[in-house]
């Protein structure tokens, strides 16, 4: 079984706080997602990464950063937390898309409050 | 702009009826197409997904309706069931580029 595990379920920080959300693998895949989760918007794309220090933007990366210095493990940085940050961060992983891989799968999801 | 529309936001039903989820997509280049069902405390996983080159594809009680021309596939839970009370997720994907629709959150009332 495909297994991504994040660092924390619930986080609280205050505003302006640097902010760190770890989040790793066990099955080897070379793609790993950030991704945020809020009402009425769906799961919104904040970075990806295809390979180890490989990134790219997704659709809404202003306010944050990643890092990814083994395969296994993608981190999402906020370098100053602020209240609009409040949210929840969903990470998932698949394997590049050869034959039939195309699935993500997702991890528990951290519940980020920022006061 | 949102890449993926899904309606409706929210469905309640009966035990034993048919829910019915629907989603729209903007991009040709799409050429995967899942539904991630989502509990709460927990993050989404897949539950069925289909591709271009087919109209329907049935798994148990959840089968994908798919019109290529419309641009628009649909997911239909038959008899439903009180477990399968989440909320549900339609995507569309092209090469790294996945693109969520904006959830249905399923009632199930017994």
């Known amino acids: 079984d495909v297994k991504v595990t994040q660092s924390s379920r619930y986080l609280v920080k205050r505003t302006g706080e640097k902010v760190f959300l770890e989040c790793v693998q066990d099955?080897?895949?070379?793609?790993m997602f950030w991704y945020r989760q809020d009402p009425g918007l769906g799961l919104r794309l904040i970075y990806f990464s295809y390979d180890v220090k490989m990134k790219e933007k997704g659709d809404i990366p202003e306010g944050y950063s990643v890092s990814r210095e083994k395969k296994e493990r993608f981190s999402l940085i906020l370098e100053s937390a602020s209240t609009n940050q409040t949210s929840m961060y969903l990470c998932?992983?698949?394997?590049?898309?050869?034959?039939?891989?195309?699935?993500?799968?997702f991890g528990p999801g951290t519940r980020l409050t920022v006061t | 702009q949102q890449q993926v529309k899904q309606s409706p936001q929210s469905l309640i039903v009966q035990k034993g009826g048919i829910s019915i989820i629907n989603c729209a997509y903007e991009n040709t280049a799409f050429d995967y197409f899942p539904w991630y069902q989502q509990f709460p405390g927990k993050g989404p996983a897949l539950l069925i997904a289909?591709?271009?080159?087919?109209s329907e594809k049935k798994e148990g009680r959840f089968t994908i309706s798919f019109n290529k021309s419309a641009k628009q596939f649909s997911l239909h839970i038959m008899d439903s069931q009180p477990g399968d009370s989440a909320t549900y997720f339609c995507a569309a994907s092209g090469g790294h580029d996945m693109r969520f629709g904006a959830g249905t959150r399923l009632t199930v009332k017994p």
């Open positions: 099955m080897d895949h070379e793609n």
């Open positions: 998932a992983s698949s394997l590049t898309r050869t034959g039939s891989s195309y699935e993500q799968y």
């Open positions: 289909i591709r271009p080159d087919v």
